[in-house]
């Protein structure tokens, strides 16, 4: 990307590449520390902090020095985020099984994990994961007639919790002892695990307890009461605040070609210091052509209450347009139905992709699915839709599901994206079925808090269509999941 390209785009508000990564020596040391103990003991690590503050980027320039830096200790390294529930139960340590399976499949590190048989053991893991959460995914639960979902049948799983830990803990031993052997570490990375619900969590909890050797499991959550938990239990912990003015002046340079004075960045360290917010000033100087004196970062702040703000007025206006467009989908968002919602038709969908790769507002996620660069420009866009937008979205967004359902991976992701549209566009009497449905299947999984919220939502279409029988059948399910929620408690 050439210089002016750049600057109509902006920086990307995506995790940093680890070339530009700034700062932060004091918890880059910290994490280091530990790779020592993760290969003698097995180590677990937590990294934390509020939105946008940049737990994202340091996993990922953790990733890089452990596997890619050339003169680094190239350990393999496997990834996955995890997204806002309800999910697919375990969707997160799926996602981890299948990069390990694409690392011992091809590249660097084919032979050390092939000679250990770790891609048949990943694949059995993954295949437990699958088999204990399967009666939530309802691959029975097809459209009959076009508008009409109809039920399924629930059945107990076939496979326990007890087994699925014990496939995932020899998987780790088998890991960790073929790193050992070959003098290395394997590193596990799970970015946003405070969205994983019930029975993720169980497994996060059980798994970082009791690492094998030659394993470092690092993970990030935002600043959240229930991971205190983690903290009381030993896990080290590397907690983000705001950038200090010499790396400020550094992310002005390296990132923005911007000579930031003492003064600006004592200014910035005050106000703006996380880095989102930094990463939006910056932006906005360059594309409005002004020079990073104090003055005019504290009329930029002035302009805008919050540092999305900013951000979404810094980028060129198309993109304004597609990111309020594609704001209600929740990630990860399908190539075919972004180009939907887009009114573009499917033969558009690599002109799409082409002209996403230069953008400084979404970013392809492994697989080929995209998701906002960041939540906060999401929310940012969510947030001020205005209500008849925002049913005509939802109403579009639902139709747009229905239309590539059959094509699209993760059936489950795709109902739950249906049920969330189709009560978002007031769609009442389709949405009340599926909402209550779906609900069911995660009370029984014991991931209530996205039972609770389906439910509710069956609640709120069922008073709408004044269907007496199917009230009190979702708020009888309703007192099913507080019982189940005040028991766990
Ligand atoms: N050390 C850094 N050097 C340069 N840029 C950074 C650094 N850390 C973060 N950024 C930039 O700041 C923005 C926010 O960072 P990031 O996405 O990592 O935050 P986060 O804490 O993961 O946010 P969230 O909690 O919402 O996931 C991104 O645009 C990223 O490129
Ligand atoms: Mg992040």
Redesign the pocket.
Known sequence: MDAVQQWTEG??????PPD?????HGEREQLLALLPRAAEHGQAVMIS??????????LRWLAYDLQDRPDGPRSPVIRAEVFEPPRMIFSGFRKLLYDLQVHAAAGEFQEILESGGIREAAGYTDILLLKHGAPVEPVDLLPKTGDEIVGVFSRPPDVGYDRVRAAFRELLRGLGSLMRDSGRIIAILL??AHHTPYPDSQLLLDTIQDLPPGVLFAF?V?DDPGYEAIHDRGVPHVP?RG?RGR?IQE?GQK?FDLAISDATAALLEETAGD??S??ACFNALRRRNLAPSAANIKDLLDEEEDPAGLAFTAIPGYWQTWARDLSLLSPPLPAPVMACMLGMSETDVTAMADRLQESAVFRRLPGGAYAF????LQEHCRQRLSEDTEVALNARAADCFERFMHHLPGRLNVLLSIASHLFGARDYARAVDLNLELGLRFYRFGDYDSALLLTERAITSAEHLGDGDLLATAVNQRDLIARGMADRA
């Open positions: 920086v990307s508000y995506a995790p940093c530009e990564f700034c700062g932060r902090g509020p939105p946008g503050i940049g737990k994202s980027s340091l970015d946003d990030t935002q983000l950038m790396d992310m990132r880095p989102f930094l990463v660069a960041h939540s906060l």
